[in-house]
């Protein structure tokens, strides 16, 4: 499954363009995203010893330009909206080849930080800065809190897979099962083909947890943070495979993934308004 996810990855949407610039920008502003070099696989494994993980996790290396373009596109679509006369730059982010393996052997709180100083780090390097107000950057947020069904320890862009029920028995004294007592509850998931939503135990989720953090261009000094999360249970109940992951390709995955990082960019400026195409709206009688 990890392989044909890859796959899909690779040949996901096209670079966006550079956002046009206005007539009279009233402010130049760099958006950058550190998100999309890394794609965290969580799975919730079978409840049997306490000393034991409930979740197994493994991290992809994947291009660092797919995901993180589509975190552009909804961040600068959301700028345009509230800001239309700025002037807005599209970066690039590349981390040093030391970052991943610095973020491997950190501990989960320091990550964050070890995020913003490579972030500072490689700005320093560019002289640009002198010309532009400010710089929005997204920084993936590593959260210890559970939350909605989802498991903690969450950072970045990922996709937690929740399979059925217990995998394992849990016998009382009097020699009855007791699995159904523990099991989770039924969280809302939406069919990935249909759109509609239902109630089930088992779902895939694609998440992105990340924090907008605004620059000082010039000092580079932090002037606002936001933090975000935002996930989407998919299941198909008409499936007839047993194994949850096998009910959702890695293409829809993948295109979900990348709708679920523009949306959440998106909302992250202008709260819960809907990214999508542009649409025509009736003119109104006795006006062009």
Known sequence: MLKRLLAAIAISLPL?????????????????STLGDQL?????????????????RRTLQIDPQLLNMSVLRGLDSALA????????????????PGLAEQLKNASFEARDALVLDALRERLTQMPQRADWDRIEAILPRFS????EGMPNRLGGIGIYVKPTGNQWELLDEDGID??????DPDQTTINPRTGEQQKDKAYVAPFISFERVTLDAKTLAV??????????????????????VEQVSPAELVTQLNKLVE?????????????????????EAGKP
């Open 16 to 32: 966006a363009a550079p956002a046009e610039e206005a007539a009279k920008p009233t402010q130049t502003i760099a958006l950058i």
């Open 40 to 56: 965290s696989i969580v799975k919730q494994r079978g409840k049997r010893a306490s000393s034991i993980d409930d979740f197994s």
């Open 81 to 96: 909206a509230e800001e239309p006369n700025s002037r807005r730059i599209m970066l690039r982010w590349s981390a040093n």
């Open 144 to 147: 210890w809190e559970t939350r």
């Open 178 to 183: 007791r699995k159904q007592d523990l099991a």
């Open 223 to 244: 002037v606002a943070r936001k933090p975000q999360f935002t996930h989407t249970k998919y299941s198909d109940p008409n499936s007839k495979s047993i194994d949850v």
């Open 263 to 283: 949306q959440a960019a998106y909302r992250s400026v202008r709260g819960a308004v809907e990214v999508g195409p542009v649409k025509q709206v009736p003119a």
